[in-house]
């Protein structure tokens, strides 16, 4: 078996470094991911400029580019063999309703699974790296005993508790909730006196009722949520029909 790790937190992080580290356990491991911190990256591929892909070890690259970049260019050139899983993260921090759109860990796997490839995208749902052996554990776990008979490449996003493995109450297969908009954004000046502005925190749950990823994570569950490229929104479609008709 042979399994891609990316995510966009960086080549050097260490949620990165143990699922590369369990992960070998079961499969021969090559990473790909940006040399540097890419959070909110979403699914941009860097089309201005050509991008470097320099050889930390044996198996471990990292671009100038964005997650996408790094999945897109490993598929499409580094190597002659195709992987049979992707897997990004663990990602330091949830990526949980409308979070997904924004997620440099998301748009990794989901690359992958635009070229065919079974993807998972893993965080942890707090920032913080106390309990990232645990989470590894479980990414370790659902891969080798969960989806091996799986039969179709899926696209799968995991929120994982920040706590010991055996404290994890199990696994809830869920939707998406959604989040009310976020705070206003941080009003600041540079040294020279210009204005500057941060992105404001996201907002709260808007949506995080049973059923949903929020909901779940804070009754202590990991989330597992199938997810899918296909944007159409089918009832204005059908409106839309209508009007041109």
Not at 180 to 199: A, L, Q
Request: a negative charge.
């Amino acid at each position: 078996m042979k399994i891609l790790i990316s995510n966009d937190d960086g080549y050097l992080a260490p949620g990165l470094l143990a699922l590369a580290d369990v992960m070998s356990k079961i499969a021969d491991v090559v990473v790909v991911a940006p040399e540097r911190n890419r959070s909110g990256a979403s699914n941009a591929l860097t089309l201005d400029k050509p991008l470097t892909v320099s050889k930390a070890s044996s198996n471990v690259y990292f671009v100038d580019g964005t997650p996408s970049d790094c999945v897109h260019i490993a598929l499409t050139g580094l190597f002659d063999s195709r992987p049979d899983l992707i897997v990004s993260g663990i990602n330091q921090g949830q990526n949980m309703g409308d979070d997904t759109l924004y997620s440099g860990t998301v748009a990794a796997a989901t690359e992958g699974y635009l070229f065919g490839i079974p993807a998972i995208a893993f965080s942890q749902v707090k920032k913080g790296w106390e309990f990232i052996d645990d989470a590894a554990r479980f990414a370790l776990n659902m891969v080798q005993h969960k989806l091996g008979n799986f039969d179709e490449p899926y696209l799968l996003n995991v929120n994982i508790p920040n706590c010991h493995y055996a404290d994890i109450k199990g696994v809830q297969i869920t939707r998406l909730g959604r989040r009310h908009p976020s705070e206003p954004v941080i009003k600041s000046t540079d040294p020279h006196g210009n204005p500057i502005f941060w992105i404001g925190p996201s907002g709260i749950a808007k949506d995080g009722g049973e059923g949903t990823d929020f909901h779940a994570v804070a009754e202590g569950y990991a989330s597992v949520t199938p997810l899918q490229i296909d944007l159409t929104h089918i009832h204005q479609l059908e409106k839309l029909k209508k009007v041109w008709g």
